[in-house]
Nanobody, 118 residues
Framework: QLHLVESGGGSVQTGGSLRLSCAIS????????VGWLRQAPGKEREGVAV???????TYADSVKGRFTISQDNAKNTSYLQMNSLKPEDTAIYYC????????????WGQGTQVTVSS
């Protein structure tokens, strides 16, 4: 069992930046991939970024060049640096962990709200 807790959400204006953190605790002997997903009101949840066990990131086209996912293994924390934010980035952001690294997310955080105003 892993426990994930997000932090760092908030409200910013268009063009602003936020850094989300995801603190992960639980079994120390398993390895996993970490992803950030988001869900806007009235829309389906979508993947934003994933980082694999080797530290290689992948991004949704909508955030490429603006968002950066990273992992600090010493702190068991994943980060999502979000720059050049747009109103369409407004959503609840979730971090999730996947043992199989197939985007079949085994554990989820509670979510953190990000609001971007124009």
């Amino acid at each position: 069992q892993l426990h994930l807790v997000e932090s760092g959400g908030g409200s910013v204006q268009t063009g602003g930046s936020l850094r989300l953190s995801c603190a992960i605790s639980g079994y120390a002997h398993i390895t996993y991939c970490v992803g950030w997903l988001r869900q806007a009101p009235g829309k389906e949840r979508e993947g934003v970024a994933v980082i694999d066990r080797g530290g290689t990131p992948t991004y949704a086209d909508s955030v490429k060049g603006r968002f950066t996912i990273s992992q600090d293994n010493a702190k068991n924390t994943s980060y999502l640096q979000m720059n050049s934010l747009k109103p369409e980035d407004t959503a609840i952001y979730y971090c999730a962990a996947d043992v199989g690294c197939t985007s079949t997310w085994n554990w989820w955080g509670q979510g953190t709200q990000v609001t971007v105003s124009s």
